[in-house]
């Protein structure tokens, strides 16, 4: 099984433009997440792929290995799509380029829901953090999904999902990590079908899998990391990495 980490990288991010290129430790954000996936050393090969050439030169120069989007693409899982249709592999792992405290635990997590399916059940499989914060699972900008008794997702939302409305219940709220892995054949079909009516109002990519049928299995982790969506965020990132 050949297994492969590919990191989207956008140099306009619509909250927080040219996020990736800011200072984290002395090296930028998206050096130290390349880096950082790259020292798991759980894959056989780890590519940037960007529409920028700020992006590229900053990951080449650094004796990284990088890719130029061909087309423009709303979200990385087309420009994940577009990187590895000519590609010999089985599983990619989308590595989110903000990211940069992801870790080996989570990623051999992934990884190993692919080894323990035989009957290739799972299309893709991505993370999960247990959330008790009520500001965070109120949050907009982080993202809950709810599963069954297997663990496979059954919606994604920046509402709070379940929504409490008996409070006797006690209920569990997960937040979505944006690390995912992909069966070759998930992400293909992905490429080509259109976005349909709740992935465009939730602006959650991963909804289109499943309003498509394709199964996804979540896979919990105690790894809260440190997604650098807003600049308050990467001051959060800084003091970590001190």
Same mark, same amino acid.
């Given at each position: 099984m050949k297994i492969i980490s590919m990191i989207p990288a956008r140099y306009s991010a619509s909250?927080?433009?040219?996020?990736?290129?800011?200072d984290l430790g002395g090296k930028t954000v998206i050096l130290r997440t390349y880096e950082a996936t790259v020292a798991t050393q759980l894959f056989d090969d780890v590519i940037v792929v960007t529409d920028s050439e700020i992006i590229y030169n900053e990951i080449v120069n650094n004796g990284g290995k990088a890719m130029m989007s061909i087309k423009e693409h709303e979200c990385g899982s087309d420009r994940i799509a577009e990187a590895v249709a000519d590609l010999d592999v089985d599983i990619v792992v989308n590595v989110q380029?903000? #990211?940069?405290?992801? &870790?080996?635990? %989570? +990623?051999?997590?992934? $990884?190993?829901?692919?080894?323990?399916?035989? #009957?290739?059940?799972? &299309?893709?499989? %991505? +993370?999960?953090?247990? $959330?008790?914060?009520?500001?965070?699972?109120?949050?907009?900008?982080?993202?809950?999904?709810?599963?069954?008794n297997f663990n496979f997702a059954l919606y994604f939302s920046r509402s709070p999902i379940?929504?409490?409305?008996?409070?006797?219940?006690?209920?569990?709220?997960?937040?979505?990590?944006?690390?995912?892995?992909f069966r070759k054949d998930a992400i293909l079909d992905f490429y080509t079908l259109p976005m349909k009516p709740l992935e465009a109002s939730e602006k959650i990519e991963c909804i289109r899998y499943l309003e498509y049928g394709k199964r996804i299995k979540m896979v919990e982790t105690d790894v809260q990391g440190v997604e650098i969506d807003t600049p308050e965020d990467l001051e959060r990132a800084k003091k970590i990495w001190k």
């Open positions: 909250r927080f433009p040219g996020k990736l290129m800011q380029g903000d #990211e940069p405290f992801t &870790d080996v635990e %989570s +990623l051999s997590k992934l $990884i190993e829901a692919f080894k323990n399916d035989p #009957e290739k059940q799972i &299309d893709l499989a %991505s +993370l999960m953090v247990h $959330i008790t914060d009520q500001d965070e699972i109120n949050n907009p900008n982080t993202v809950k999904v709810i599963v069954d379940p929504y409490p409305r008996d409070k006797s219940v006690a209920v569990k709220y997960f937040k979505h990590k944006g690390v995912y892995a």
